[in-house]
């Protein structure tokens, strides 16, 4: 990577330019420093130094350590000359692995600092000069903890010890898949065919695998293409590599992300996970309550701070749900939930008095730390913990219950209530009601209950007797002198009565 020029002290030069002598912790080498101007800002920069050692005891080695920084720095200056720009800026020279590196350091780490702004927010003057110059443009992106997990999952770091709370076996398997990591993101990007990355047994995502260690789902091999193509937009977009294709977007089929899931939790399947879960910390067991209650999605409850709740203590309870979800990328997307004391009583399990709420700080904390918001992923593995423990079957279709569901039952019972669709969508936070229809899943007892309740309806109405039209009343009348000679009798009496 190249950056501007610095004037700095030089070491012992030698009689070859941008090469120096130097001793350092490691021993003695060779810095060699390359300099160039960019064809295109006309700006002077140097590439990343290159160190080459040698024992200074052997002149041999001395020499032919000399002999290689003056090759690199040779081909380095032809490459200039030819292309304009060095060898490490060529399309040939791109390797995967220096992508997700420099991917990683110029959209993830911004990210981790706080320094990227939210959507709709704009940084201040102080705020932008914190953000390195290379991460300036970038914009907010609200899946890069998914992606920095990947991301130093393939790179290897600190893989051994975020497996130590994983079974022997899974543990084993994580470890091992790393050379296979190793040796595919070594490759050079123009090499890697679309095929690489998912269509034969040997490509990138059949490495996925789920918790227990079996393959993964097509939902979760998509996931790791789409960081995989985060990583070839910011290059082409970014790097100056516009004629390095994409190749997830080159792929003609792509893993399906499956069926509609027909697994809402049942009254008795909540109460039993809800047992299963009464040894978890009180901050968990109410971050699963309040989804149950709410229909909200997991890192909506993440983000739930006390500033965001109005009218506590009163009969209606506001939440302000901010950076949800949105079908536009960069747009900040907020919307207000009324709460069911269900709700409620879930948010006040956090609470020492739940008569005085704080001012301010997360509504759900860790339980490691109260200055950071409990983890969704934290609250998925509770339930599922739950869910083995008090021993919840899958359905038929072989579907396990999972967090997710709770939204699901939530919006089916939203609507069973007699509430309308657009307005359960105010609440699920959906913009299209195709998407807002697959969360309602009818059960076939409340849809038989409600048609039989109809059909009783309809069979009352037309037992009831027709009313006499006036038209009618007068022909019946004219044609039946018996019934008219009744009707003024009937009305004659009814004289007599207003009379007495």
């Not at 996925?208 to 937009?233: C, E, H, M």
């Not at 006390?306 to 979800?325: C, M, P």
């Not at 593995?381 to 079957?393: F, K, S, T």
């Not at 009343?473 to 009937?490: H, T």
Request: charged share 30%; with cysteine.
């Amino acid at each position: 990577m190249a950056r501007p020029r610095k004037d700095r002290t030089r070491g012992k030069r030698t009689d070859h330019p941008g090469i120096y002598e130097r001793k350092g912790k490691r021993g003695a080498y060779w810095q060699v420093r390359v300099r160039f101007n960019d064809p295109d800002t006309g700006i002077t920069l140097e590439l990343d130094n290159r160190a080459e050692y040698f024992d200074p005891a052997s002149p041999t080695d001395r020499l032919a350590a000399l002999e290689r920084a003056k090759a690199w720095v040779a081909a380095e200056r032809a490459n200039m000359l030819k292309h304009g720009k060095p060898i490490s800026q060529t399309d040939e020279a791109q390797l995967l692995r220096h992508w997700l590196e420099r991917y990683r350091l110029e959209v993830i780490e911004p990210h981790e600092k706080g320094l990227i702004p939210l959507p709709g927010q704009k940084a201040t003057a102080a705020e932008m000069a914190k953000i390195p110059a290379h991460s300036r443009n970038v914009k907010y992106r609200k899946g890069w903890e998914t992606e920095r997990n990947q991301i130093e999952r393939w790179l290897g770091i600190d893989v051994v010890d975020k497996a130590k709370f994983l079974s022997k076996a899974r543990r084993d398997q994580v470890v091992s898949q790393q050379a296979f990591f190793r040796a595919f993101f070594a490759r050079r990007v123009l090499d890697l065919k679309p095929a690489d990355f998912y269509g034969r047994p040997d490509s990138l995502v059949e490495q996925a695998r789920n918790q227990t260690g079996g393959p993964a789902t097509d939902s979760t091999k998509l996931r790791w293409l789409a960081v995989i193509s985060a990583v070839y937009k910011r290059a082409r977009s970014s790097w100056g590599f516009d004629a390095v294709p994409d190749p997830v977007k080159a792929l003609e089929h792509k893993p399906s992300p499956g069926q509609r899931r027909e697994r809402p939790i049942t009254p008795g399947e909540w109460e039993q996970v809800w047992e299963g879960l009464k040894d978890a910390h009180n901050s968990t067991r109410a971050f699963i309550a309040f989804c149950r209650w709410t229909a909200v999605r997991r890192g909506e409850s993440e983000n739930l701070r006390w500033e965001d709740i109005t009218g506590w203590g009163t009969g209606s309870v506001v939440a302000r749900l901010r950076n949800t979800k949105t079908t536009k990328p960069g747009e900040s997307n907020q919307r207000p939930i009324p709460l069911l004391p269900e709700a409620v009583a879930a948010m006040a399990m956090t609470l020492a008095d739940p008569t005085a709420p704080p001012a301010s700080g997360w509504v759900f904390p860790s339980p490691a730390d109260a200055d950071r918001p409990l983890s969704g992923g934290t609250a998925w593995q509770a339930w599922d913990r739950a869910r083995v423990r008090v021993g919840l079957p899958p359905n038929e279709k072989g579907e396990i219950p999972t967090l997710h569901d709770l939204r699901h039952t939530r919006a089916s019972e939203l609507v069973n209530l007699g509430l309308e669709l657009p307005k359960m969508m105010a609440i699920t936070g959906h913009k299209d009601t195709r998407t807002a229809l697959r969360y309602y899943h009818a059960r076939p007892d409340e849809v038989g209950a409600e048609i039989m309740a109809l059909e009783m309806k309809k069979k009352q109405k037309d037992a009831k007797p027709k009313p006499l039209e006036v038209n009618d009343l007068a022909a019946a009348l004219k044609q039946d002198p018996r019934l008219r000679r009744k009707l003024l009798s009937a009305l004659a009496a009814a004289e007599a009565d207003d009379e007495d």
